[in-house]
């Protein structure tokens, strides 16, 4: 059974740091590209972050680029997403999702996700 | 980067009725890179169709995908209600957007 798990949400005053996990497991992690999805209260999906099965290219949104980072351990079979300087608009739940095909160099459909785990920053 | 517009933002549809979804791209799709997910309330969204075509397993045939370059559609023959919900398009590729999302409600 596929699963995605993320972990490491809360609450944060601007300015701080968050570093987001999402533990997978039932399927070769390592051959997948992955990715960070998140979505403002009452608003629609935006796509944050996404690395290659390899880790060798990333891709983030202009709205994080230079703030968050995104990296994955293959020993563990966890994706990461480190989020720094956070501002207010970064509220929002992250999904971590899976690329629908395997050993993609490029962005694909997302076909597993998570559930989400809530950021909020706030004063 | 490819910009992502649906329409209309809301749709009022009685259950058992059609309902046409349309999102349309600043430029042209290269290889139909396009997807679209439903969204129920709560929930995480849940992958429909990629190639803008292609269904994923399980998916009931009254969801149907179609177009090309820079006109797509996701049609829902006959609303059964589980398919109130919201649904996005999304382009996948060198870069990945999504559009803003068009709810589907009850009439």
């Known amino acids: 059974q596929v699963d995605l798990v993320e972990s490491g949400g809360g609450v944060v005053q601007p300015g701080r740091s968050l570093r987001l996990s999402c533990a997978t497991s039932?399927?070769?992690?390592?051959?997948?590209?992955m990715n960070w999805v998140r979505q403002a209260p009452g608003k629609g999906l935006e796509s944050v972050a996404v690395?290659?099965?390899?880790?060798?290219?990333?891709y983030f949104a202009d709205s994080v680029k230079g703030r968050f980072t995104i990296s994955r351990d293959t020993s563990k079979n966890t994706l990461y997403l480190q989020m720094n300087s956070l501002r207010a608009e970064d509220t929002a739940v992250y999904y971590c999702?899976?690329?629908?095909?395997?050993?993609?160099?490029?962005?694909?459909?997302?076909?597993?996700w998570g559930q989400g785990t809530a950021v909020i920053v706030s004063s | 980067e490819i910009v992502l517009t649906q329409s209309p933002g809301t749709l009022s549809v009685s259950p058992g009725e059609r309902a046409t979804l349309s999102c349309r791209a600043s430029?042209?799709?290269?290889?139909?890179?396009l997807a679209w997910y439903q969204q129920r309330p709560g929930q995480a969204p849940r992958l429909l169709f990629y190639?803008?075509?292609t269904r994923t397993a399980g998916l009931p045939d009254r969801f149907s995908g179609s177009g090309s370059g820079t006109d797509f559609t996701l049609t829902i023959s006959r609303l059964e209600p589980e398919d109130f919900a919201v649904y996005y398009c999304?382009?996948?590729?060198?870069?990945?957007?999504f559009g803003q999302g068009t709810k589907v409600e009850i009439k």
């Open positions: 039932g399927f070769t992690f390592s051959t997948y590209g």
């Open positions: 999702a899976r690329d629908r095909e395997q050993w993609l160099r490029r962005g694909g459909p997302m076909d597993v």
């Open positions: 190639t803008a075509s």
């Open positions: 999304q382009h996948y590729g060198s870069s990945k957007t």
């Open positions: 430029q042209s799709v290269s290889s139909n890179s």
């Open positions: 690395i290659w099965y390899d880790g060798s290219d990333k």
